[in-house]
């Protein structure tokens, strides 16, 4: 087995020669700790086209916004809790019946969605991520033109694509809202669906086999749009415009191209309904029903901004309002960031090495896959590519670049790499080669590959040929 690895440099800009990629930089560089930046992604809605992403390019009002979030403050148990307008408890443990304990919203458990051991209560709904498995409700619970929220505990089995745990349908086609789990960036989510889009989001990455409390709240008077993980806030949204809901609600499922899709893999236990607009310590005494131990916000440290106007930095231009930059079609990530290897620390998918792919050749097998055991100690690498070699002569993992790899005449290509192996001592292979294999435009060899994890740098360098289409970068075990 060989693990490799390459780490990221994303956000960087490596330095490259006159003329474009004449000497192409692929040095290793661990990714830094960033401080978190409210990003504007791609809805769902708008995320299907070239054009629909030039269109979200120029939305002035929701680009320029820079907000801040208001400190939340905990709460007691005598904070005053608006009674829910539905809520399904999921207790029946039996049948395709599950009733609305304070209201007239009854849902039927559909297709092969079933029963389960609760949080909130001795039962839960059990969904099993197939088509068609979900809880429906026959009728619009919440008017989403006006203040609401929703609620719901959910636990995961797993992480993988777009799950809505609970959303209403629109003659439209697309839901009113998605309280969900993302597939973009397998983050929790409160999508509301308006003339531009939003996207609060948990900023951290959920767990399956794990209970979670998800709140979304939409208040009709602030026109936001704010997402709750375990009574805490995590993310808001401002100039939201919500859209008029009519159809059925539905538990395990969304609305989307004027399909039903998201269906969820997991279990679903409390699903509340308010017709208005939850506060912070309401929402909490809400996730506190499922779980009391939840300590809420933690106390936010006082901060103090230091102004040195002894010292001024560069002018700037008066005329300068703003700057805006957004990554489309990999201007930064590939453009002007030199780097050649796209998802070199393998956190592009969590499930499956994207952009690298087996090569198999001259009655060579094996496979690759992604590795979470084996961190680099000292770095941030946490994620690195076994190599299994089942038969030689020749295995290795191929990495189709951005739209390839231009292969230049008499240029020098430097290559940076983690390795290590268990049962094979070399030599490595670095090379640049046509898609299918048969031309080698430069190559070169580490001799030797020890069992712990080592960095190596190596140079390629093309002849005197002539400029070629883009071809992948190849690692080949001999």
């Known amino acids: 087995m060989l693990p490799l690895r390459r780490s990221s440099a994303r956000g960087h800009f490596l330095t490259v020669s006159s003329g474009g990629y004449q000497t192409v930089l692929l040095k290793e560089i661990p990714p830094e700790t960033r401080p978190k930046t409210h990003s504007m992604k791609p809805s769902r809605f708008c995320r299907l086209t070239a054009s629909s992403w030039r269109r979200l390019a120029f939305a002035p009002a929701a680009l320029f916004f820079v907000g801040a979030l208001d400190a939340q403050t905990a709460t007691t148990n005598t904070t005053k809790l608006p009674p829910p307008v539905t809520l399904l408890s999921f207790d029946e443990g039996t049948g395709t019946y599950a009733a609305d304990s304070v209201g007239d919203h009854p849902a039927t458990l559909m297709g092969q969605a079933g029963w389960t051991s609760g949080l909130v209560g001795p039962y839960a709904l059990s969904l099993p991520g197939l088509a068609g498995s979900y809880a429906d409700i026959t009728s619009t619970v919440v008017d989403t033109t006006q203040s609401f929220s929703v609620a719901a505990w959910v636990k995961l089995n797993n992480t993988n694509g777009y799950q809505t745990f609970v959303s209403e349908d629109t003659p439209g086609g697309e839901a009113a809202f998605f309280l969900q789990l993302r597939g973009d960036s397998g983050q929790f989510s ?3 669906p308006y003339d531009f889009f939003t996207n609060p989001q948990s900023l951290f990455t959920p767990v399956s086999g794990q209970w979670y409390h998800v709140a979304g709240v939409y208040d009709a008077n602030a026109h936001s749009a704010t997402l709750y993980v375990n009574g805490v806030l995590t993310d808001q949204i ?3 415009t919500s859209t008029a809901a009519s159809g059925h609600s539905s538990v395990g499922r969304g609305q989307f191209g004027g399909n039903m899709v998201d269906w969820n893999n997991d ?4 699903v509340r309904f308010y017709q208005t607009a939850l506060t ?3 929402v909490l005494q809400v996730a506190r029903i499922g779980n009391p131990s ?5 106390p936010v440290e006082p901060a103090t901004l230091k102004v040195d106007v002894a010292h ?5 231009n008066p005329a300068l309002h703003g700057l805006m930059i957004e990554e489309i079609s990999h201007a930064l990530d590939g453009g002007l960031y030199g780097e050649l290897i796209q998802n070199r620390v393998f956190q592009n998918d969590p499930n499956v090495p994207v952009n690298w792919s087996i090569v198999q050749e001259n009655g060579g097998t094996g496979s690759i896959a992604l590795d979470t055991t084996q961190p680099i100690s000292g770095t941030a690498l946490t994620i690195s590519l076994k190599v299994t070699i089942v038969q030689g002569p020749r295995v290795g993992a191929a990495n189709d ?3 390839g790899i231009p292969v230049k005449p008499n240029t020098s290509y430097n290559a940076s790499f983690y390795a290590k192996a268990s049962g094979f001592t070399g030599p490595l292979t670095v090379s640049i080669e ?3 294999g048969s031309v080698v435009y430069a190559e070169a060899q580490v001799p030797t590959v020890t069992q712990d994890w080592t960095q190596y740098s190596v140079t390629l360098a093309t002849g005197a040929i002539a400029p070629t289409e883009k071809h992948p970068l190849r690692d080949f075990c001999r």
């Open 190 to 192: 409160f999508t509301v």
């Open 238 to 240: 401002l100039n939201v």
């Open 267 to 270: 279990s679903v236990d409390d």
């Open 280 to 282: 912070a310590p309401q």
């Open 294 to 298: 939840l300590p809420g916000p933690l």
């Open 312 to 316: 001024p930095g560069a002018k700037i």
């Open 401 to 403: 670049g951005y739209w």
């Open 434 to 436: 046509s898609t299918d």
